[in-house]
T-cell receptor
Framework: NAGVTQTPKFQVLKTGQSMTLQCAQD?????MSWYRQDPGMGLRLIHY???????DQGEVPNGYNVSRSTTEDFPLRLLSAAPSQTSVYFC?????????FGQGTRLTVV | AQSVTQPDIHITVSEGASLELRCNYS??????LFWYVQSPGQGLQLLLK??????LVQGIKGFEAEFKRSQSSFNLRKPSVHWSDAAEYFC???????????FGKGTTLSVSS
């Protein structure tokens, strides 16, 4: 049982480039979410989804786009990367009582 | 607005000493409460959770937490800290009707020998 799988683990982007962070879960959870972690800021919610075809914004959604075409996958898109998006990104998949986190993607925008 | 506060940014404890990490929440109704631990360069691991019932919750690795409604607190404790407990600890909350976890900013625990 793989749980929540994030790819890639590390990425360096140039300012203005686009990329997609992948997140997949095999637990058949309806709820999935993306967080970013910055020093001293904890984890802040970017976007979340309560099921296929349904997404909504979290606390810090600007500069990010999501879609949810299947229950398993919840990709996070950066359309035009900025240095302020340098961070560690975590995807989570939740049932009613517990959230399961991926191992994170460390993104650097230069 | 819903929020979770961890008042201590960094705590240093001697190995073998007891530990208490503080967490306060601000929600309209009692939320579900969680403690996570993150070792350097790693993901988040759930230590324990509280939904209802007994206010003293036992978790993994010898940790426990006590829910106090009157103080809106959910403090994490361990009677004897080991060097391997050095990590960052996050308190989180979720409303019973909601789905999004709100995290505190974390407390970094250092263990001295």
């Amino acid at each position: 049982n793989a749980g929540v799988t994030q790819t890639p683990k590390f990425q360096v982007l140039k300012t203005g480039q686009s990329m997609t962070l992948q997140c997949a879960q095999d637990m058949n959870h309806e709820y999935m979410s993306w967080y970013r972690q910055d020093p001293g800021m904890g984890l802040r919610l970017i976007h979340y989804s309560v099921g296929a075809g349904i997404t909504d914004q979290g606390e810090v959604p600007n500069g990010y786009n999501v879609s949810r075409s299947t229950t398993e996958d919840f990709p996070l898109r950066l359309l035009s990367a900025a240095p302020s998006q340098t961070s560690v990104y975590f995807c989570a998949s939740s049932e009613n009582t517990e959230a399961f986190f991926g191992q994170g993607t460390r993104l650097t925008v230069v | 607005a819903q929020s979770v506060t961890q008042p201590d940014i960094h705590i240093t404890v001697s190995e073998g000493a007891s530990l208490e990490l503080r967490c306060n929440y601000s929600y309209g109704a009692t939320p579900y409460l969680f403690w996570y631990v993150q070792s350097p360069g790693q993901g988040l691991q759930l230590l324990l959770k509280y939904f209802s019932g007994d206010t003293l919750v036992q978790g993994i690795k010898g940790f426990e937490a006590e829910f106090k409604r009157s103080q809106s607190s959910f403090n994490l404790r361990k009677p004897s800290v080991h060097w391997s407990d050095a990590a960052e600890y996050f308190c989180a909350a979720r409303s019973q009707a909601g789905t999004a976890l709100i995290f505190g900013k974390g407390t970094t625990l250092s263990v001295s020998s």
